[in-house]
């Protein structure tokens, strides 16, 4: 029962705000903080006893289920994790508690935001232990709402237009998603919407079959991570939303879009994803470099740290290109954790920043580094382990993604290591503009140094972040067995 | 001997006793007590419904009366959306309805029997009728608002085209059973099966009948393109009787569509004889149901108008299911008429509500509404995410049935059609839920629904949570209605 208790005790949390007099902002937080908290334990737990327990086999663990839900057409309760969804159900827990005690400033509509907020967590977690389809979809479906509502009314000022832009934009993808499962369904009997036993069966059915359904996750998905040219919706939604839900955005969201390609449509689809592989590859080039050159252009620094995620989710796209090679793939399991820490941590500081200056734009700031040096600490750490500073998660992930693709596609890698440079290039440019050079006292000098509650939040994420650079093993043990099986899988 | 099984009639007996005695006792009282008719109205539904549970199986009437499976699902449907209708018409009632109360709720009841007759008809002369019956009730509540030049005209407009198209349906008809001999729908099917195995194809006169069939019940459907006259009805009638246009006299159609169409013309279905595949037309039409109904919706600023577009869209989305006409398709198509009723019934109650506050049925009116009133935004929110079909309420499982159905059927190009439509759909509603919102205004007023208005409310959210999260006992029970018609 462990993976239920941490899908829906944020439910329960949802259902205790709601009945919470709104007069009683302290009692919200306090409810919400309580109710995240203890998934992220749980999701701690979780990962520590799969590490001891189950990482040597490929078999899911905690599995419940399959129950009987909806009979007439087949809809089981299935839950159960493996290698590549429990880093993300530590990552969804973290992130979430973290994103919670980052809200405490949220002054306006405190009772609706928290209870959104809960309710999101439930639809995160979900995706990364349904085990059916049905299900799987249902909680894809249900984080939009909260979503919506999230980045509506708390967002910037063009919140209205990228709150429906994203919501308009993530349905349009899951609609094919939807189409490719129903065809699934029908395509054997007896009808199943397992997702395990779909992966069995799928590469039994009709080229063309396939090929459709490949085609149609496949929009579904890279809208979600979002793979170029489908990433418009990214750079509004990120920009607009209140800091901790560009966390989430950043952290977990678009982790499911790369999460359900090697969920469901790489080891179910062996044969497109041979046709497909370098054309992925080559979005995920696209999307490398294009991410890099457009941050580089802005004035922003909350749209520099939302393109830089176009970018560094490209290379997740290489590596899921070379599917043939462990590497890659666990390059690729890499990198979403490492940018779920990073970026995560840099929306965090953005947001610390802005809360102070009321203002994102870099060029307006200089020199903070004498007044503000603690923060000027931490965000030069993210900066360089966003450009991928050996020693910092970032590296270890970015140089799997190119030594494991580099087998597979010479030129488009070599092409991809530059994205690399431009990183730097891009990064450095805004840690100098913004805390070395001249300071402005006339403008800045009432600006206050981030504060503990702040430094708490993005604490654990420097921690794990440096961790992981030094010390990768825990991981990729965590994920070996399950990663080699479903290598096997997608060279069938 | 004809058997008079008259125990299987009792509900609809009942009911139209019942709605007597509400005329009688508005009458007896001097028409003052108009929340107490309102009760005894809802009071009779409810006791028909208790009839329905112990009554029902069998044949009367010969055969031309059927309680089956199909008949006793869509009859829940009806007694819901009149129940539903009369639990928010209390307001309207006592504010601006001062004459005819009464006769308003008998009104209402006397349509819900004619449904009922209807979903049990198995010829085509006791479907004629309960067709008559339904909606000649209807074209006078329509106008019920008598000082209400739009709402006159809004009766009227539904009369002429309502008899207008049961003209046509009745030609038809008449087509039918000229060319087959019979008024019994089995067997017509069998003449038909008949008469294409001896000739190897139909004539034109039967393709000549069955186009008009499909136009009159088109009609009564608002299928595109035989839908123009519903918004202006939609908008003019009394919210309650549009919410019961839109969701009772819709669910007639449906089933009326299914005993004719699925069970009687079911041989044109079938791979071995395609001589014309009703089919096709069927996906064609439904597709610029959705097409047209949805991005016509996008442009209204009355809430009335948007609900009545977006129902002309959802109907388009049934007919996916009905296109499939197999067992899922069949399942399907009911499923999504009883969570439509909790959705629609719902979000006309709620655009009710509202109106009677504040006399404005504008979009923009709703600014900010969730500021002042949380729980009645929260709940048209709710209603409106349903229609959009986002899980996990009703109207999701309701969604993915028809579309599943469709795909079983091989029209996949529909069901995509369908789903990019549904995203369109999405927009309009979430407008309404981003003035509630999203907007910074803060309204004076503050939206407290009457007792029975709330139940409605209550009713609509806990249906769409209830049936979206456990939906197998209804959709069992819709699988058994595929049972009446041997695919």
Redesign the interface.
Known sequence: MMLSYTIFLPMVGFLAILFTP?EKIWTVRWLAAIFSFIPMILSFIITYDYFINSSASSAFAFVEGPFE?????NVQYFLGVDGISVPMVFLTGLLSFLSIIASFNIQNRVK?YFAFFLLLETGMMGVFCALDF?LF??FW??M??PM??LI??WGGPR??YA??KF??YT??GS??M??AI??L??SFDPHTLSIPQLIEQAPMMTRTLQMLCFVFFFVAFAIKVPVWPFHTWLPDAHVEAPTAVSVILAGVLLKMGTYGMLRVSWPMFPEPLRYFSIPIALLGLIGIIYGALVSMAQKDLKKLVAYSSVSHMGYCMLALGAYSSVTAIAGCMFQMVSHGLITGALFLLVGVLYDRAHTREIAAFGGLGVKIPVYTGIMVLFSMASLGLPGMSGFVSEFMVFVGAFGSFKLITALAVLGVVLTAGYMLRMVQRMFLGEFNMAKWGGLTEINTREILTVAPLAVLTIALGVYPSPLSNLMRATLENLVNLMAR | MINFNLKIMLPEIFLFLWALVVIAYDLGTRRRHSRTIGYLTMFGIAVAGVLLALYHGGLSFGSMFQSDQLAVFFKIIFLGSAFMAVGSSFDIAHHKIQHHRGEYYGLILFSTVGMMFLSSASELISLYIGLELTTIPLFVLAAYYKDDKISVEAGLKYMIIGAFSSAILLYGLSLLYGMTGTTDIIWIKIELAKTFLRWGKIGPGLILAFVMIMAGIGFKLALVPFHMWAPDVYQGAPTPITAFLSVGSKAAGVVAFARIFVNGLISFATDVMRPLDWGIILAVLASAAMIIGNITALRQRNIKRMLAYSSIAQIGYVMVGMVAANTMGI?SVGFYMFIYLFANMGAFAAATIFHDKTGSDGIISYSGL?KTS?VFAAFLTIFL?SLAG???LGG??AK??V??AG??AGY?WL??LA??T??VS??YY?LVV?MM??SSETPTFQIKPSFPANLVLLLGVVGLFLFGIF??PI??FA?ETAKVFAF
């Open positions: 709104k839900w909806i009979a007439a057409i609706e049905f979809y249902i479906e249900v939009l709402v919506y509502f509506g009314i919140k209205e709150a429906i919501f308009l349905l349009f609609i094919f939807l189409v129903l065809i369904y029908f | 399942a969730s949380p995410l986002i899980p996990p999701f499982v993915y049935l579309f599943a795909i079983q996949t069901v995509i789903l990019l549904a995203v999405l927009y979430v981003k919102y999203f939906p197998s959709l069992d699988f």
